[in-house]
């Protein structure tokens, strides 16, 4: 385990501030949740995900969806890509989301892009393709993103359907 040499004094409430470069380098954002653990006589937080117990889901889910309409398909949590299927796999899995995509999150809105445009998926990568982006919502929070590209076509009716149904799926398995 590396050490920052921070050293913070606990109150006398029991709470203790992590300093704010580490909040930014871990991208832990304000009112987000944070999983505590234990172990001898060290304590350590990380990031807390509801979407870290869906990863196998959403691999399966997007492997079954890209096998019937043949379109790249990604799944994100708030900072990482966690599933995709299609030929952009090993360009983009368990990469850190753009600036872009949080945005989305952030706002919750469902973004469509008929016609080919550039996308970035990740800081400093494009892609130029037809998409849809949807947010996950679970419990009132927006958790991530089911993203469908094309490069060779529009986006139809149909995958617009996948995009949603996916979403919805991912949001009734986090509820659960």
């Known amino acids: 385990m590396k050490t920052t040499g921070v050293v913070r004094r606990i109150d006398d409430l029991g709470r203790i501030v992590i300093p704010k470069e580490i909040r930014r380098t871990l991208r832990i ?26 990863e196998d889901i959403a691999k399966n889910l997007v492997d079954a969806i890209y096998q019937s309409i043949q379109q790249n398909v990604l799944v994100t949590d708030r900072d990482t890509i966690l599933a995709v299927a299609g030929n952009l796999k090993k360009k983009y899995l368990g990469k850190v989301i753009s600036s872009y995509l949080e945005k989305i999150i952030e706002e919750r809105e469902v973004v469509v892009e008929r016609e080919n445009k550039k996308i970035e998926l990740v800081s400093g990568e494009t892609e130029e393709a037809s998409y849809m982006i949807s947010p996950i919502l679970a419990n009132g929070d927006s958790i991530g993103l089911v993203i469908i590209l094309s490069k060779e076509k529009s986006i139809t009716e149909l995958e617009e359907k996948v995009v949603r149904i996916t979403s919805q799926f991912l949001e009734k398995h986090i509820e659960e």
Request: a negative charge.
């Open 29 to 54: 954002r304000d009112g987000e949740s944070l999983e505590i653990y234990v172990d001898k006589e060290m304590v350590a937080l990380k990031k807390y995900s509801p979407m870290d117990d869906l």
